[in-house]
């Protein structure tokens, strides 16, 4: 089979696991631009740290970073979570890579794909904020509101969105889709068939 054929098949698989495109590349690039400004604005004359939570955050992070106009520095932390199934998060989390970097008096933003429940960027900020940073703030390129359960104070949202589940633009389902420019609903007959599955397993975050 040659490379051409293999991406038909991926075609023809994804077209059954993904349903529509919720946001196209060109809105997601407009919104990071909006974005980076806001940043580059409100940290004039600072020299920011961003800190990529693994590995969901790392695409929004990198085009971000892009559109930032000031001396800024790249970190990154690897969370994991224990899950009660396939949609329910317990908040029982863990660091599986912490940052290279020294925070102390450090301006920080947590540059994250998704907040959920909330419970891995409040596990994060009680984390980093006992390493004396000069400030944290958190800026997340999706906010699914509805499922909070720790209370989350967001600096920068790039949008809302509901109950559906998304891949693309660095977000996963079983690692996969991350590479995707445009963010896609994952089918629904996909989610319901993984919650019966994945009861009671640990995933790696991001
Ligand atoms: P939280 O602790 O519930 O806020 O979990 C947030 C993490 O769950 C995100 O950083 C993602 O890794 C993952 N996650 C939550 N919703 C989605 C989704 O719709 N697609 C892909 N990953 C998701
Ligand atoms: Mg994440």
Avoid: W
């Avoid at 023809?12 to 696991?17: H, M, N, R």
């Avoid at 407009?30 to 980076?36: F, K, L, M, S």
């Avoid at 969370?79 to 329910?88: M, R």
């Amino acid at each position: 089979m040659n490379c051409s054929e293999n991406i038909e098949l991926e075609n023809l698989y994804a077209s059954s696991v993904l349903g529509k495109v919720l946001f196209p590349n060109s809105v997601i690039h407009q919104r990071v631009c909006q974005i980076g400004k806001a940043i580059t604005d409100d940290y004039c004359k600072k020299e920011p740290i961003l800190v990529s939570v693994l590995r969901g955050g790392i695409i929004f992070l990198t085009d971000l970073s892009r559109k930032i106009d000031l001396e800024l520095s790249i970190d990154f932390i690897g969370i994991s979570t224990y899950q009660g199934s396939a949609k329910t998060s317990t908040g029982v989390v863990k660091i599986t890579k912490d940052l290279e970097e020294t925070i102390e008096g450090k301006d920080i933003i947590i540059v994250e794909d998704i907040i959920d429940t909330g419970l891995t960027v409040n596990y994060l900020l009680r984390n980093l904020k006992s390493r004396n940073p000069a400030s944290i703030e958190i800026c997340t390129l999706l906010d699914r509101n509805i499922r909070r359960i720790a209370e989350t104070k967001i600096k920068y949202t790039g949008f809302t969105i509901g109950e559906e589940f998304v891949v693309g633009y660095g977000l996963d389902y079983k690692q996969k889709y991350r590479n995707l420019d445009a963010i896609y609903e994952l089918n629904r007959d996909i989610v319901k068939r993984d919650i019966e599955i994945n009861e009671g397993s640990r995933n790696e975050n991001g």
